[in-house]
């Protein structure tokens, strides 16, 4: 991965069948996100930091085929949403 990622993860409840997890990328400043087209029901709301950043993880390796080696987030609302970068360096 030569750039980091970067984008936010966000708890969903407007599904009408089952709540659960979108995430979208952000491009240039300029730009919107984008969403991905896969919406995870497998984790709970509730998840572990662990299971947030594995999930990131997870879910870039289904859009990019790469799967990064460091996810760091951020939970910036109680809905949950999580900012995150995701990069193939360790933490710094």
Do not use: C
């Not at 497998?42 to 950043?53: F, K, Q, V």
């Not at 951020?74 to 995150?84: D, L, M, S």
């Amino acid at each position: 991965m030569e750039h980091p990622m970067r984008g936010r993860l966000r708890w969903d409840t407007t599904k009408a069948a089952q709540p659960g997890w979108l995430l979208f990328l952000a491009g240039q400043p300029s730009d919107a996100s984008t969403m991905l087209p896969g919406f995870e029901t497998s984790l709970p709301r509730n998840a572990s930091h662990a299971e947030i950043a594995r999930l990131i993880g997870e879910m870039l390796h289904r859009e990019t085929g790469h799967r990064p080696q460091h996810v760091q987030f951020t939970q910036i609302k109680a809905g949950p949403v999580y900012y995150f970068v995701a990069t193939d360096e360790g933490p710094a």
